[in-house]
């Protein structure tokens, strides 16, 4: 079902630059939010500006990991209509098996 969305922060070196990142579970599109830091006031003013800007049918749920740059969270969903969701933390060694499997699967060529 169309407009559930995970979310992530993009850090630069020394958290002195970062992106928000929004994928919509069932189609898998990508939308980047600007953010002037790595702050949550950052995420809270990219990901409302990047969320509002999506059709209301289109913008059911955001769901995120347990980061401190979504402390502002209940204002996010004030201020978009949005429900926000936090992942269930998982031990460091199963998300490492995930992305290595993620990683290790195999890719289409194109055009074949």
């Known amino acids: 079902m169309p407009g559930h ?8 070196a020394g958290n002195k630059s970062s992106v928000g990142v929004l994928v919509e579970r069932s189609s898998r599109l ?33 769901t995120y990991d347990q980061g401190k740059e979504m402390s502002y969270h209940r204002q996010l ?10 992942a269930t933390p998982q031990p460091l060694a199963a998300r490492h098996l995930r992305e290595h499997q993620r990683a290790a699967a195999p890719v289409p060529a194109q055009g074949h």
């Open 77 to 86: 969903a004030a201020a978009t209509g949005v429900q926000v969701y936090f």
């Open 30 to 62: 990508v939308l980047l939010a600007k953010m002037d830091d790595a702050t949550a006031s950052s995420a809270l003013a990219g990901f409302t500006a990047k969320l509002n800007a999506i059709a209301d049918p289109m913008r059911k749920s955001f």
């Open 5 to 12: 969305r995970e979310g992530d922060f993009i850090k630069g």
